[in-house]
């Protein structure tokens, strides 16, 4: 059996053991929905309907409902695409890469990390299709053979393929989250007692039965998907970040973007994810699974991938002076003293200044503390990318065409809707799916539970 | 009549010394029911390396292909255009755009192809049924399947040799 | 004679035979009543099967899912037999002539099955280039607020009830009066003429721009009734007084392209132009040295100025500013001698003497300044008109016909003549709308639209410009010279036609019309000319112009002064239910939509106004007083308005009392109803300022020297398309050099020039060999291409385009020519203000700002704050015009980043937009370092919010849309075709002749609407075609070159014809 370190902290505490493990999470499953439960999950359906509103009045009357302009042909649409993409790859990361790396403490969170990426990638979906001036044409982007004859995409726009990074994306993330889910379903539906749930779940389970050798192909599965998935992560937002970089609008036509985006990517889903957690942890008495030290590992990433960030910012800007080129010298100087620059000081102090806290170790392992810098540094990287499309769009080469945008209450509406159905998809996950990966938890048991440890350290 | 022996252990240390002994005694372990993998059991009751590493290879491969000859159908051998000046004449001259689709779609056909075929070689699929001999399997339980009809041994011999181990439970079926 | 034939179908019938008369009974054999039917028993003995049941059902439910998917029905009429000229697909045009009593010019009008859709210049055979104002007025022809006939107190009515009210009001006692604008038809004088010898009728006549004092100055000083009509392509220095002759100043339209042949530096020489003027005008925003001065200095640098010329010098109270420039005019006015031309704007007689010195001492008089024509443009008689108000409003007038004006919107004193048109016993209009003056009128006798009627025009003595219909009258109109003639009881049963036939061939009979060569020829060519020109110069007779300085020196103003001018786009006010020309941004301000007062910035300032106008930045509303008159108005901050001077457009303020004049001449709101005020009226677009233009010695004078403004603190957002002023520096946009160092290096090879060097990038190779690597080793930016690219050159057609920026005045001639021609959608105000226009050709209009980068670095200014004060325009700025259209770039950014395709590079050298494939991502626009592309943000040619605004709305006037262009959905991208449509008719026909395409065969319709032949087009692989010599001139240069887009359009750097230090 194999051991760890004693003087590593446990990553499960209290005195558990299998069964309380599966009682953990199953338990809240079967038991009745909680009153604080009922009301979140009402407040944010309200908020996700009135954001459909929005979206079918957007559909049916026309782009123009929101602020932009013949300069800024993308704003807000934009960049709650990007935003979303970006919470949207921790979940991967964490369950893929840290798998890789053999990570433990990543078994608390994956399983409801990934379900965030699952419903990140979703709401960012929406804004490349509405944001079409005819979204019932947008199959075109896909090379169908048509009755026009001849007529294909064109491969050579970054927009294709971000096509078929998002799908990519998409549907192997959920992928991965799925066959992760299979044993666990197959878990519930073994206690599920009222005939519908053990048919549902019995359903969902696709008749997992736990045999060595599926054990051992769920395994492979699981590394050799991680595998895939890992360089898929960082190509998602690299292609994501050509959206940008390959065009020729100065701000935009920069080779360092795929891994800043990449870093920044990584920063803001940690971040949603330490959102997430600190509340379902509270809320489904999980503070014996995730706990201090899942955060303080979670605040690690954080600073890290925050100071990549802060450094790719001044390396942008010393470029743009060093280039010598009017337009891109221009395009930053405008950015921190035009008429967007309070935009810029935001995304400043946000993402370079604040997660610099986390150096201290209170900070860093203060549950309050981590929540209100979470949301702190998923505002600032809301305004990262307000602050790449709009800035660098609305003043670029021709003065003459120089413009400004004004979000409209459409634009507005749209943003938080998709925030309200965000909200909406991951209560119900958090109600009716195991929000742990149980039976990865139980092989790390012994190895980091606490009590198992104990035992160890008396030998 | 053929017997077959579901013998329950609380721990799967336990169940993995158990098994070893038994094997050792030249008896032959048909299957194990764990809630989660038992890292070291497969060697022990003879369970191969699976190939679904390969599979994916392969998979991921045919992507590639398919990416890069649909892309030259596309654009250079079927319908070239003038896009930006940029060149329409060869596969290798547009490469390097072609290159992110390119490895998208390898991805997406090996992940896929990878994941079908696990769902297909475990027979798990929507609306099959659990054959876990205890639900308690996928909780905290470990089950052991030992079969006369794998064994050489006579079922009395069988069952004496397998109390030996530090069981928890031992359900005895006759099997159809 | 009723008619007794019988005709039989055969010899049966003829005989009647028993056969055929039993066929005949059972002709209809008669049925089974019903109740015989059911009470058949038989009927119980017969079953329907469940089989057949199910056939029946299954046939009744496909029948009726088939008839449930219908295909949309499109309501089209053939022809049932072909006009003989008359081809669907083929455009037929037709020589014609425009006058609307501001603009003359012969024009041919292009119709498409039988409906005028545009109209050009008669470039062949007439005289003259349309400006913006007449190449969109075609769509006053659809406007749907036309009267569809005679109406008597606002009832529809019928001729003969008008006819009869209208002779006997003419046989009561008093004085009866036709009140015209200048009439310059001859057969319409003729019917004058009738009316007043048969029923007493006195005929009064007025503008409503006044340009008396012209004419009066002319009397006294050559004795002579006339207009100076200026020879600007004489001229070597001209030095204009407030005289906008680019834009809108008398026969503007004249004017421009006979100025431009004098400013290509390529014949080795330039005119220059000095302005003296109050307000930013478009001559001024084109004029080599450029003054400000306030409405009560005019006079005194006329009197300067002459002085100058005569040698005496006299003081005066201008500013050293103003004294030094008119310096340097005197001395170049008198290098240029007979050469020179000195004009002023003000309709002041004193100084119009004085210019008339100047010119009579320069001894220019018979070679730049000519009076050849007696009638010519703008005859009105202000006093007379004046006379007639005092008369109307004593109740002397019983009878009152009112033509071809608008006295009661444009007349100085407008309110006398409303409340003396009250007065008036029998008073009838024959407006085509029930305008300000019509809907006051007990009745219209609604006239024909000039593309509807015959018509004949004398704007010199030797020649007659014909107006013929393009089109059989919409609505139940008469010719208004008709009309005359029936009122009097003289048109003998004649039709308009016969009658002008008549008036140039007494014995004319309606056979002739087939026969008459000489006649047909002239309506082919738009006029007829009999003799040769007389040009006369008469002797200069007013040698005493003392009285003159004296008066003009003695002028002095108040805290601020007010001059009033007209806009390029809207003239005075005829034009304004014109959607296009309303959307059509000002030349200067690019402001839309709205007239406004201009300020100038240190003014703004001052007063803490608003300096910076956005789509979220309205401007400050003031209260201007004029006497005991005010109005509230938005201020815009206008570089080189005079400080101390503000100015306000004519024009505006159409239809205040909700007179039905066409749709677009109201504020719509969002909702797409239209804006009401407090009491439920509409709210007509800007405001009506010629109450505000003064009486001054029985002429009309348009400034005013004191008027008060005051801040009210209120703001009204203004729709502008340009917000950003300065060009910041950016030198690969604009390049502008003085002549003096474009001369000494007018022979250096294309991209050699100092003013126009080719822009290399430095690369890390020795390519000089000078054995460094340093700044020095450059290569050109088409040196860094990625992979080789598809070969453009001397591969097929390669269509290209070359654009002088010396040249182009900025008049947005071209900017409605392709609104027009494409069917680019209006959109109007709010959209506008929302920076949502959708031209595909836009002017981009920069002022100069006098900081700079190299400024900044020698005052240890930081570069932020550099760059902010670059934002600024100076206080008096040179300005450049740049057309601006998509640039059809051999590697354009767009066509790479669009994921369908959708805009892709022709072998001709285009970039295509293919509509039908778009889906909208608006990538290419953001990519597009020109901002060109325009998007479809709604369904304009259906949402509700430009119901009132986008013709492809409005039942009527979608019959001016151009059928070769299709009316872009929703929600794709659009922009700049290069006019494809004409390019490949132009194709057709020359395959059709078997010949290659010929240069000049082809032409865009920005370019066919450039009055001064700035923008030419043609193909580029054409060796020898125009455009291509032009692209290789060493002034040619690529917009944005370095970006190495490669475009198919060339910029000719701007030579201004100043001293080097001053460029």
């Known amino acids: 059996m194999q051991r760890e370190a004693a003087i590593r902290e446990p990553l499960i505490l209290g005195d558990k053991s299998y069964k309380d493990i599966t009682d953990d999470v199953v338990g809240p499953i079967q038991g009745p929905a909680p009153i604080g439960w009922k009301i979140m999950i009402t407040i944010s359906s309200i908020i996700a309907v009135y954001g459909v509103g929005c979206i079918l009045y957007l559909l049916g009357t026309g782009i123009g409902v929101w602020g932009l302009n013949k300069t800024v042909g993308w704003a807000w649409d934009i960049t709650n695409f990007v935003w979303w993409v970006g919470i949207g790859h921790a979940g991967t990361l964490i369950s893929a890469v840290l798998l890789l790396f053999r990570q433990k403490w990543r078994m608390a969170i994956n399983r409801s990390a990934e379900a965030m990426t699952i419903f990140a990638v979703i709401m960012a979906a929406i804004f490349p299709g509405i944001h079409m001036g005819r979204i019932w044409v947008s199959y075109w982007v896909l090379p169908l053979p048509n009755q026009f004859g001849s007529l294909w995409v064109n491969f050579n726009s970054p927009l294709l393929w971000d096509v078929f990074a998002i799908s990519t994306y998409f549907s192997v993330s959920l992928v991965f989250w799925y066959i992760g889910l299979i044993p666990d379903f197959a ?268 035992i160890q350290d008396k030998h | ?88 004449f060869s596969l290798i001259e547009n490469l390097p755009a072609f290159i992110p689709v390119t490895f998208e779609f390898s991805v997406l056909c090996g992940a896929h192809g990878m994941a079908i075929t696990y769902l297909l070689r475990n027979g798990t699929l929507p609306g099959m049924p659990a054959t876990n001999p205890d639900p308690r399997t996928t909780d905290n339980m470990f089950v052991m399947e030992i079969t006369t009809e794998q064994n050489s041994l006579a079922a009395e011999a069988l069952e004496a040799a397998i109390k030996e181990t530090q069981l928890f439970e031992l359900s005895i079926k006759d099997y159809k | 004679m009723a008619n007794t034939k019988r005709y039989w179908s055969g010899l049966d019938e003829l005989h009647e035979t028993e056969a055929f008369k039993t066929i005949q009974e059972h002709e209809f054999p008669e049925t089974k009543s019903v109740d015989e039917f059911l009470s058949d028993d038989r009927i119980e003995s017969t079953h329907t099967g469940r089989r057949d049941f199910l056939k029946f059902m299954g046939f009744s439910l496909t029948a009726a899912t088939l008839a449930a998917c219908e295909t949309p029905v499109i309501k089209s009429i053939p022809y049932t037999n072909k006009p003989s000229d008359v081809t669907p697909g083929v455009a037929n045009h037709y020589a014609s002539t425009y006058y609307d009593g501001q603009d003359f010019i012969n024009v041919l009008v292009k119709t498409r099955e039988g409906r005028p859709i545009f109209v050009k210049s008669n470039g062949r055979t007439g005289i003259g280039r349309v400006n913006a104002r007449v190449n969109a007025s075609v769509m006053s022809l659809y406007d749907s607020a036309r009267l569809e006939g005679p109406t008597k107190g606002g009832e529809s009515s019928s001729w003969a009830t008008i006819d009869a009210a209208v002779k006997s009001g003419l046989e009561a006692a008093g004085r009866n009066v036709l009140l015209t604008n200048t009439i310059m038809s001859p057969s319409i004088l003729r019917s004058i003429e009738t009316l007043k010898a048969t029923s007493n009728v006195e005929h009064v006549s007025y503008d409503a721009v006044d340009y008396g004092a012209f004419r009066a100055a002319a009397v006294v000083d050559f004795g002579i009734n006339s207009l100076p009509s200026y020879q600007f392509d004489m001229a070597e220095t001209v030095v204009t007084i407030g005289a906008d002759f680019l834009g809108t100043f008398a026969d503007s339209i004249f004017y421009a392209e006979r100025w431009a042949k004098t400013r290509r530096p390529e014949n080795g020489s330039m005119s220059r132009l000095h302005a003296f003027e109050t307000n930013m005008s478009l001559t001024g925003s084109n004029a080599d040295y450029r003054t400000m001065v306030k409405p009560s200095e005019q006079g005194k640098v006329a009197a300067a100025l002459l002085s100058a010329i005569s040698g005496n010098s006299a003081t005066n109270t201008l500013s050293d500013v103003a004294n030094a420039a008119i310096q340097s005019a005197a001395t170049d006015l008198k290098k240029s001698g007979t050469k020179g031309l000195v004009l002023a704007g003000s309709n002041d007689l004193h100084t119009q003497r004085l210019v008339n010195a100047i010119n009579a001492a320069l001894g220019a008089v018979g070679t730049t300044v000519l009076f050849d024509h007696e009638k010519g443009l703008f005859q009105g008689d202000q006093a007379a008109f004046q006379q007639l108000l005092k008369d109307m409003n004593a109740g002397k007038v019983s009878t009152l016909i009112v033509s071809d004006c608008n006295p009661a919107y444009d007349a100085v004193n407008a309110e006398e003549f409303i409340a003396g048109l009250a007065k008036v016993k029998t008073s009838v209009s024959t407006a085509m709308v029930a305008d300000e003056t019509a809907s006051r009128c007990g009745m219209i006798a609604p006239n024909h639209h000039w593309l509807e009627s015959w018509s004949d025009l004398q704007i010199e003595k030797n020649r007659i410009d014909l107006v013929q219909p393009t089109i059989a009258p919409l609505f139940d109109t008469r010719a208004s010279g008709l009309s005359f003639l029936t009122w009097c009881n003289a048109d003998a049963g004649m039709d308009w036609y016969t009658y002008l036939r008549s008036t140039y061939n007494g014995s004319y009979a309606a056979e002739a019309m087939y026969t008459d060569r000489e006649w047909n020829e002239a309506v082919h060519n738009g006029h007829m000319v009999m003799g040769d020109r007389v040009t006369e110069t008469p002797a200069y007779t007013g040698a005493d112009v003392s009285a003159a300085i004296s008066n003009v020196n003695k002028r002095t103003g108040g805290s601020f002064e007010l001059a009033l001018y007209q806009k390029t786009t809207m003239g005075v006010g005829q034009h304004a239910a014109n959607p296009i020309l309303q959307e059509t ?56 308005q005079a400080p101390g001077t503000i100015g306000l457009a004519l024009g505006y303020g159409r239809g205040a009392n909700g007179e039905n004049i066409g749709k677009a001449a109201f504020q719509s709101g969002e909702s797409g109803s239209f804006d009401t005020d407090a009491e439920g009226n509409l709210i007509p677009v800007g405001a009506n300022a010629f109450g505000w233009a003064r009486l001054n010695e029985g002429l009309v004078d348009y400034t005013q020297y004191d008027v008060r403004v005051e801040a009210t603190g209120g703001t009204y957002p203004l729709a502008c398309t340009q917000i950003q002023n300065t060009f910041m520096g950016r030198e690969s946009i604009v390049k502008e050099t003085d002549f003096t160092s474009y001369f000494s290096e007018r022979d250096a090879k294309k991209g050699s020039a100092s003013w126009n060097k080719l822009i290399t990038l430095g690369v890390h190779e020795d390519v000089n060999a000078d054995g460094t690597i340093d700044a020095l080793d450059n290569k050109p930016t088409a040196a860094f291409d990625l992979w080789h690219e ?274």
């Open chain 1, 187 to 454: 878990t519930i539906r073994d206690r599920m007692t009222k005939p519908f749930a053990k048919k549902a779940y019995g359903l969902l389970s696709f008749g997992w039965s736990g045999r060595a050798k599926h054990w051992t192909r769920f395994e492979e599965v699981s590394l050799v998907l991680a595998g895939i998935a890992t360089p898929l992560v960082f190509s998602v937002h690299s292609i994501v970040s050509m959206d940008f970089a390959t065009s020729i609008v100065p701000g935009w036509h920069t080779t360092i973007f795929p891994p800043y985006f990449v870093s920044g990517a990584v920063f803001s889903g940690f971040a949603m994810v330490q959102t997430l957690l600190l509340i379902m942890r509270k809320g489904m008495k999980l503070e014996s699974y995730i706990h201090v030290k899942h955060v303080e590992y979670m605040n690690i990433v954080i600073i890290v991938t925050g100071s990549i960030v802060g450094v790719a910012y001044l390396t942008e800007l010393f470029i743009s002076w060093y280039s010598g080129v009017e337009y891109e010298s221009y395009a930053f100087i405008n950015r921190f003293s035009g008429p967007y620059s309070w935009a810029y000081w935001i995304m400043m102090t946000c993402n370079v200044i604040s997660p610099q806290l986390f150096w201290f170790k209170k900070i860093r392992r203060s549950l309050t503390a981590t929540f209100a810098l979470s949301i702190v540094v998923n505002i600032g990287m809301w305004f990262e990318r307000y602050v790449i499309i709009v800035t660098s769009i609305h003043r670029d080469y021709d003065p003459s065409s120089w413009g400004e945008f004004y979000p409209t209450n459409i634009d507005i509406g749209v943003f938080i809707g998709t925030l309200g159905i965000f909200f909406t998809l991951f209560l119900g996950f958090a109600r009716f799916f195991p929000v742990l990966a149980l039976n990865e938890l139980k092989t790390i048991l012994k190895s980091s539970g606490e009590n198992y440890k104990k």
């Open chain 2, 1 to 88: 009549m053929n017997k077959v022996f579901h013998v329950m252990y609380d721990d799967d240390d336990t169940l993995k010394t158990a098994a070893s002994q038994l094997v050792a005694k030249g008896i032959r372990v048909k299957e194990v029911f764990s809630p989660f993998p038992i890292h070291g059991i497969d060697p022990i009751i003879g369970v191969k390396r699976t190939r679904l590493g390969i599979a994916a290879f392969m998979y991921a491969s045919t992507g590639t292909a398919l990416a890069l000859l649909g892309m030259w159908y596309f654009m250079i051998s079927d319908w070239p255009m003038n896009i930006g000046g940029k060149p329409s």
């Open chain 3, 585 to 640: 941004p000002d030349p200067i301000t690019k402001v839309t939509w709205d007239n406004y007062v201009t300020m100038s910035h240190s003014d703004i300032d001052a007063m803490g106004l608003n300096g910076f106008i956005g789509q979220e930045a309205p401007a400050s509303v003031v209260n201007i007083v004029v006497g005991d008159t005010s109005m509230e108005l938005p201020v815009f901050p206008t570089p080189g």
């Open chain 3, 790 to 1063: 598809h070969a453009v050159e001397d591969v097929g057609h390669r269509w290209g385009m070359t654009i002088d920026l010396t040249t182009c005045t900025g008049c947005s001639g071209c900017v409605t020519a392709c609104h027009i021609e494409n069917n680019v959608p209006v959109v109007g105000k709010d959209e506008v203000r929302r920076h949502r226009d959708m031209h595909w050709m836009r002017i981009d209009r920069f002022f100069a700002s006098d900081y700079s980068l190299k400024k900044g670095e020698e005052e240890g200014t930081g570069v932020i704050e550099s760059y902010r004060r670059m934002e600024d325009p100076a206080l008096n700025p040179q300005t450049v015009h740049m057309p601006m259209m998509c640039q059809h770039c051999n590697h354009a950014p767009c066509e790479t980043v669009c994921p369908v395709a959708a805009t892709t590079h022709s072998n001709e050298g285009l970039n295509q937009m293919t509509y039908n494939r778009c889906i909208g991502t608006r990538y290419c626009a953001n990519n597009c370092p020109y901002k060109v592309r325009r998007f479809n943000w709604f369904n304009y040619p259906g949402y509700k919010k430009f119901g009132n605004f986008n013709p492809a709305q409005d039942s009527l006037m979608r019959m001016v849309l151009n059928p070769d262009v299709t009316v872009r959905s929703r929600g794709v991208m659009e922009k700049c075709s290069m006019c494809v449509q004409r390019i490949q008719s132009g194709k057709l026909e020359a395959k059709k002749d078997g010949t290659p395409v010929a240069d000049g065969s082809i032409v865009t319709a920005c370019a066919e609407a450039c009055p001064t032949n700035a923008i030419s087009f043609g193909d580029l692989n054409d060796k020898g075609s125009n455009v291509q010599s032009i692209s290789q001139n060493n002034r040619a240069y690529h917009a944005l070159e370095e970006i190495g887009v490669k475009p198919n359009i060339f910029y000719m750097t701007k030579v201004r014809n100043v001293e080097p230090t001053q460029a």
